[in-house]
């Protein structure tokens, strides 16, 4: 049988399709979401319905965003589930979150994510963080992994920093590739973000902060003396407390806030 027709659907490569196929490993993802009736949930990337359908038994309704037109009808026409969705058919990266807000319900937001696009899809959805509860997302477990590293470790990097300057991230879940059809390549997780309070949100400007972390982390093997060299100098990097004989993996959330902070009150 061809392995990459599941459901009577041919998994489609440029959006990512590797479709759950483990009934242990899709309940325990509902688990860690805990739908409950009224909640404001929310899936990208529904595909054929494997989280979206014990999700809606227990929720009652979801609203779904989902690129592939002819998933989107599918769930649409679905018998049982299509009266609990609504199917908003298009890109993640350009639907704005803000816009389900009903009531002050926060987000529940959860999604097998699309490998090929998951960081830029995770930096969108941190825009929209001040709307959401929490997210649960099945990613690469190499991408979970520099979510949630800390400093000292090869993984910590633009996406630890700015993933933890938005949320508290914790990997929940791991999921080898026999759980889905087509099998991906590589070993998946799930993550769990929780945003933090605006108040732990100190960065003047997050534009700022992912600057300082492109240039710090675009050759991580350099010192920040020489990689944020087009940025501030040495004695400035020491004025703020910061080693500037250390490289970027070296120092903390609250030093990239720190640099980020003194460069835009430093702008003209
Ligand atoms: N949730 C299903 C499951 O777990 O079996 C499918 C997961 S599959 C890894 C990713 C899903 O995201 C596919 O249905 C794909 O069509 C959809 N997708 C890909 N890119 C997308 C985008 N930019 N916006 C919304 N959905 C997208």
Known sequence: MNDNVHLGHRARKRFGQNFLNDDMIIDKIVTAIDPKPGDNLVEIGPGLGAITEPVAELSGHLTVVELDKDL??????????????????????????????????????????????????????????DNVEH??????????????ASPGSKAFGRLSVM???????????????????????????????????????????????????????????????????NLLTEAELAELGVDATLRAENISLTQFIAIANYLHDRQP
């Open 163 to 229: 993933t933890q300057y938005y949320c508290h991230a914790m990997p929940v879940i791991e999921v080898p590739p026999t759980c889905f059809k087509p099998a991906p390549k590589v070993d998946s997780a799930v993550v769990r973000l929780i945003p933090k309070d605006p108040s732990a949100r100190t960065a003047k400007s997050t534009k700022m902060l992912n600057t300082v972390c492109l240039e710090a982390f675009n050759q991580r093997r350099k010192t920040l003396r020489n990689s944020l060299s």
């Open 135 to 148: 997210m649960h997302f099945m990613l690469q477990k190499e991408v979970v992994n520099r979510m949630v």
């Open 72 to 129: 989107a009808e599918r769930l649409i026409h679905h018998p049982f589930l299509g009266p609990k969705l609504t199917v908003n058919q298009g890109d993640a990266m350009k639907f704005d979150f803000s816009s389900l807000i009903k009531d002050d319900k926060k987000l529940k937001i959860f999604g097998n994510l699309p490998y090929n696009v998951s960081t830029p899809l995770l930096f969108h959805l941190f825009e929209f963080v």
